[in-house]
């Protein structure tokens, strides 16, 4: 299967709090994206990452690429009220161009 | 940059008709345009893909006949719901490629980036 299971569904914690969000498949792939939508827009892309292994940060966002390419996580320090959305993310469908998408993870940060 | 509009953002329309959905590239050419559709907080699922100068291809169990895509410029590619239902009631996203569907086949498949645009909100009364 090619299936993005994001965890968790939902996510309401209090501003300055950290959380982690993972998105898990049971096929490697070669590259993952994670994105942020607002409601009534499209999703923004924040990152992609292509290396197992692989940090990237986004100023308090740090994403992680699984060193077996099946997972990735990422993780928000001191959450803001502005961090609130739905966050995706997204890999290639093997062979294709075309994308699909997690589950969805939507966090809710409280003032 | 490399900017993706839709029009309208929102539209109301009664059951039984029609209603176009554009989707723009307005500063970049976009030979792959991709649409999806997200039901209330569900994530995104694909719809279909549009190649500009030839036919969408569908994604399994959506209705070529009823959601009729036409990408007939690199800038623009336009989704209809024909006869539309309350069921149809959606929001539907849009995203542009600058990669060639075949470029993509060649080397690192899915390290491309795709630009989606605002969505368009659609109420089916």
């Known amino acids: 299967t090619q299936l993005l299971e994001q965890s968790p569904q939902f996510l309401s914690i209090q501003e300055g709090e950290n959380l982690t969000v993972y998105c898990n498949s049971s096929?490697?792939?070669?590259?993952l994206q994670w994105y942020r939508q607002e409601p009534g827009e499209g999703p923004v892309l924040l990152v992609t990452v292509v290396t197992g292994g692989e940090v990237k940060k986004l100023k308090r966002l740090t994403f992680q690429f699984g060193d077996a390419r099946k997972d990735s996580s990422l993780h928000i320090t001191a959450a803001q009220t502005g961090d609130t959305g739905l966050y995706l993310c997204a890999r290639a469908i093997s062979g294709t161009y075309k994308y699909i998408f997690g589950t969805g993870t939507r966090l809710k940060v409280l003032a | 940059g490399a900017v993706v509009s839709q029009h309208p953002s929102r539209v109301i329309c009664k059951s039984g008709t029609s209603v176009k959905i554009e989707c723009r590239s307005l500063d970049f050419q976009a030979t792959t345009m991709f649409w999806y559709r997200q039901f209330p907080k569900q994530s995104l699922m694909l719809m279909a893909t549009?190649?500009?100068?030839?036919?969408?291809?569908?994604e399994q169990g959506v209705e070529k006949d009823k959601f009729l895509i036409n990408h007939a410029s690199l800038t623009l590619s336009t989704l209809t719901v024909t006869s539309a239902h309350p069921e149809d009631s959606s929001f539907y996203i849009c995203?542009?490629?600058?990669?060639?569907?075949?470029?993509?086949?060649?080397?690192?498949?899915?390290?491309?980036?795709?630009?989606f645009g605002p969505g368009t909100r659609l109420t089916v009364t």
């Open positions: 549009s190649n500009e100068g030839s036919k969408a291809t569908y």
């Open positions: 096929s490697v792939f070669s590259s």
């Open positions: 995203s542009a490629s600058k990669v060639r569907g075949r470029d993509a086949f060649a080397g690192t498949s899915g390290n491309y980036e795709q630009y």
